[in-house]
């Protein structure tokens, strides 16, 4: 066994030591008295499964042709992986009932829930798999468990030590808020910026861009003073273009659009610009060898060459324009919108309605985004950064 593999099973080992912590010292402490583990039968059975864990980790270490022992192979893995999620379910249980009263055993046993989930995510990132697709379920899991344990450390901290709604909310009240918000007021923002000014505004930016960038490239001179222009606009700060779109456009989705329009039309056209001159003069005197013409060398040869820097250019503007869209929504909007309810729910405080329009947009960029990723798989699979 390597030193790597020696300290890995040392420090899974802890996941036990953590537990004996939780055995001796309180759950909660509070006015009404402590609580202990005893007291939980969830928690205690958690903890007991945490001893068997560990022990077999102590096993393996002093006996090192053993492996996994009980729990190698997938079946293993699962029991491991059901072991840690169901209980920080129970200590979040519990906790619920004792707001601001976490004890130090609480948190000795929060630590051994996610050591062991760590020894599940660890072993799940090692697992030899032949099968393609499983593969792709593994490498999609695994940061999910990561943003899993993320909410549940969040929850926690939140809830263990008392902290105010109006600082930090739990996950738990956000989500409630999430889930009473609809179909009011979260999707009528949600139509309002993103399905209305957002797409609109990314629609035409981009394809604007996109078009101007040709017409730059057949026509030389443009290169030289569009562009220079072009980087100088995409430096203009939004908070100072918003304002001036709202006195052109109104105070309604058209001009949120226009702020959308100048974030996106500018990367769009300098990544076309750069993509089209990707092509090698190998290339380029091939297709004037076939007495191509300008066209028929953008087509079949340009532009494919160029599509790597056009998805980039989706890309990063697919989270610009949402940004875009909410930060101009600050600068004047009618009562509807992401931007205007955060700013609003601010001011009275409702700080679980911010984070819930936050988890929104949030949800809905990163949405975005995956589908601009899947469609660049689909066009340029034949990059070598897509080859396997």
């Known amino acids: 066994m390597t030193f790597t593999e020696t300290f890995k099973r040392l420090l899974l080992m802890g996941g036990g030591f953590a537990a004996a912590f939780g055995l001796v010292l309180p759950l909660f402490a509070g006015e009404a008295g402590s609580v202990t583990v005893w007291d939980e039968t969830g928690v205690m059975i958690f903890m007991l499964l945490v001893f068997v864990i560990s022990a077999q980790n102590v096993i393996s270490l002093m006996n090192p042709a053993q492996k996994g022992g009980w729990f190698d192979g997938p079946a293993g893995d699962a029991l491991i992986a059901v072991a840690a999620h169901l209980g920080a379910w129970e200590l979040l249980s519990a906790l619920s009932g004792h707001p601001g009263a976490a004890g130090g055993g609480f948190w000795a046993l929060l630590v051994a829930a996610w050591l062991t989930g760590w020894q599940f995510v660890d072993r799940l990132a090692n697992r030899q798999v032949t099968s393609r697709t499983v593969q792709r379920v593994v490498t999609v899991v695994i940061p999910l468990l990561f943003g899993v344990w993320v909410l549940i450390l969040w929850q926690a901290l939140v809830t263990g030590f008392g902290v105010p709604k109006v600082l930090l909310p739990a996950p738990s009240e956000i989500w409630l808020r999430l889930v009473g918000g609809f179909p009011t007021p979260l999707w009528e923002d949600f139509r309002q910026t993103f399905l209305k000014a957002v797409l609109i505004g990314y629609a035409i930016g981009c394809g604007s861009g996109f078009l101007v960038a040709i017409l730059v490239d057949r026509v030389p001179f443009l290169r030289r003073g569009l562009l220079p222009v072009g980087n100088l606009v995409s430096a203009l700060p939004v908070v100072g273009v918003a304002p001036i779109m709202v006195m052109w456009f109104g105070f309604d989705w058209p001009s949120k659009a226009a702020v ?44 494919p060459q160029a599509l790597p820097f056009i998805f980039n250019a989706l890309k990063i503007n697919s989270t610009l324009a949402l940004i875009g869209a909410i930060v101009a929504e600050f600068f004047g909007t009618p009562t509807v919108g992401m931007g205007f309810r955060i700013s609003t729910e601010v001011g009275r405080m409702n700080v679980d309605m911010v984070w819930a329009e936050i988890a929104v947009a949030a949800l809905a960029g990163s949405i975005f985004y995956g589908v601009m990723t899947l469609l660049e798989r689909v066009f ?4 070598p950064s897509f080859r396997t």
């Open 380 to 383: 340029t699979f034949w990059h």
């Open 260 to 303: 959308v329009i100048i974030m996106t039309f500018f990367p769009m056209l300098v990544n076309t610009v750069s993509g089209l001159a990707a092509s090698d003069h190998m290339q380029r005197d091939l297709m004037h060898t076939y007495a191509a013409s300008y066209w028929q060398s953008l087509i079949k040869l340009r532009l």
